[in-house]
């Protein structure tokens, strides 16, 4: 299982990222949810002595396209569902709490294994240059989280959060400016200095604490993902 020396930038920026669905600014919240996950990746690398380029992040990044997600955000927008969502941001912490806590949770276990990758070589600066690999080390983490499932991280922020529900509202109140701007490069400036913040730095602990607490979950994970790498290059 990786260190809590490993993990802290991990745990740093799934906090932030799980701010963003808080942010009360309709269509942009998750700007900084975005900037979090990029920055932490970009963190991750050059602990191992990997230093990325641009495309290296979108490659370690990518997502897969739902054609379903498109439609219902097409249909959000034209039908102004962001009106009432805006006003619920406002005034209401527990209708945005699924949101935050499942955007935390899949940041954490694309952080670990992530984390994990580098560590066992799966990733280094000669592989870089070769985006298949890349590609194939991202398909395995969304690959490993699906088949794994993310309960227990969920129950993990879930508790944290309910309990932090003045922190995650004040360190989103930070960060209405960076989302309201919708400039990526403001927006990880804004997510770099949130995470200096001692709001942060209380909650990722906390988060440290029930990563280890967790221990049989996080083996699996790995176990999982070193199985599908296997698959992968024996294909």
């Given at each position: 299982?990786?260190s ?20 009360p600014v309709?269509?942009?919240?998750n700007?900084v ?12 690398c ?7 380029l ?66 066992q070589g ?20 969304l ?7 993310k ?8 508790t ?6 003045a ?37 990722a ?29 024996e294909?």
């Amino acid at each position: 299982m990786l260190s809590q020396a490993e993990l802290d930038a991990v745990a740093k920026f799934s906090v932030i990222s799980g701010t963003g669905p808080l942010i009360p600014v309709p269509c942009a919240d998750n700007i900084v949810s975005i900037a979090a996950n990029r920055h932490m990746t970009l963190t991750q690398c050059r602990k191992f002595g990997v230093e990325p380029l641009s495309s290296d992040l979108n490659a370690l990044q990518w997502t897969p396209i739902n054609l379903f997600t498109i439609i219902r955000k097409c249909l959000y927008i034209c039908c102004c569902c962001w009106i009432l969502e805006f006003v619920f941001k406002k005034c209401c912490f527990f209708l945005s709490i699924i949101d935050s806590v499942s955007t935390a949770a899949s940041c954490l276990n694309e952080g670990y294994l992530l984390t994990y990758a580098l560590k066992q070589g799966y990733i280094t600066q000669a592989k870089c240059a070769d985006k298949k690999a890349l590609h194939d080390v991202r398909t395995a983490i969304l690959d490993t989280i699906d088949k794994v499932g993310k309960d227990t991280v969920n129950n993990i922020f879930r508790t944290i959060f309910k309990g932090e529900s003045a922190a995650m509202h004040g360190e989103a109140d930070t960060l209405i400016e960076a989302a309201r701007s919708k400039d990526d490069v403001r927006a990880e400036s804004a997510v770099v200095e949130s995470a200096t913040s001692g709001r942060v730095r209380g909650m990722a602990d906390a988060v440290q604490s029930a990563i280890h607490r967790q221990k049989d979950y996080f083996e699996t994970l790995e176990a999982a993902f070193a199985a599908k790498m296997t698959s992968v290059s024996e294909a």
